[in-house]
């Protein structure tokens, strides 16, 4: 591949955006590789976890504008551009397994909106975050506008998005974009040992989990509870519950453990 590195090792799999001398912005072939990607990852039952960062101390600055200079697109033209986005990031966000993401640097633009659709962001003390599309006359993309409210809130997505202002990691993590903090030396090995925790997990609770979190901004008190009881009666048979309450009667240690 050209613009990403892809690897999977011990059922972790690793995308790395890797543009480094344009700070990993998106341009057509990463467009395209993401999706092939995101496409092994929904195949490859033995990837248990995703994570996604960036190389050269940028984790995505977003769109390539230099690539879009000269560019004169037609209302179908442009739409045509978004669907290429949309053939990664709907699947991404919809992914039945978790996704990390590791954060050093910039995330502007789209690229803010690809640390957002994870499960989970890291981030190092020099992220900074930033829904740059007003500056260059676009409307937030790559799904900000399903993921940002139900990570801030309806108030302040609008206000992050019209005002398209730099977001430092202190605030990032006082507003829930951010989950933890660690240096950069250290960050993508962190967010890959959250990523390893997860191949102890039983797959079908985390996917379920996954789904009913996501529905819950759309569904009813009554509508959540019979996904509660469908979702536990399909979790009480499988292996994973079955061996858990085994290893736990037998005073063993769980499986599935978050790193400390």
Not at 76 to 96: N, V
Request: hydrophobic residues 50%; neutral net charge.
């Amino acid at each position: 591949m050209e613009a990403i590195d892809y690897t999977v090792q011990d059922h972790v799999a690793t995308v790395t955006l890797n543009r480094p001398a344009q700070r990993n912005a998106l341009d057509e072939t990463m467009k395209r590789e993401l999706t092939q990607v995101v496409r092994e990852v929904q195949a490859d039952r033995g990837v248990r976890a995703l994570v996604i960062a960036g190389s050269g101390g940028a984790f995505c600055a977003g769109g390539d504008i230099r690539g879009m200079q000269g560019t004169v697109l037609d209302s179908a033209g442009g739409r045509a551009r978004m669907i290429d986005i949309h053939e990664f990031i709907g699947p991404l966000i919809q992914l039945d397994r978790p996704v990390i993401a590791a954060v050093d640097g910039a995330a502007y633009g789209a690229g803010f909106s690809l640390a957002l659709a994870a499960d989970f962001v890291l981030a190092s003390p020099q992220a900074r975050f930033c829904m740059s599309f007003m500056r260059v006359g676009l409307v937030p993309d790559c799904g900000a506008f399903y993921t940002l409210p139900r990570v801030v809130g309806a108030q302040r997505a609008k206000e992050l998005m019209l005002s398209a202002r730099e977001v430092g990691v202190d605030e990032a993590l006082r507003l829930g974009i951010v989950m933890e903090v660690h240096p950069a030396d250290v960050l993508l090995a962190r967010a890959q040992a959250v990523a390893a925790s997860f191949v102890h997990a039983g797959p079908a609770a985390v996917s379920m989990i996954k789904r009913a979190v996501a529905a819950s901004g759309h569904n009813d008190l009554n509508a959540l509870l019979e996904i509660e009881a469908n979702a536990q009666a399909v979790a009480f048979g499988t292996p994973q519950h079955r061996e858990a309450v085994g290893r736990f009667l037998g005073k063993q240690p769980a499986l599935f453990q978050w790193p400390k």
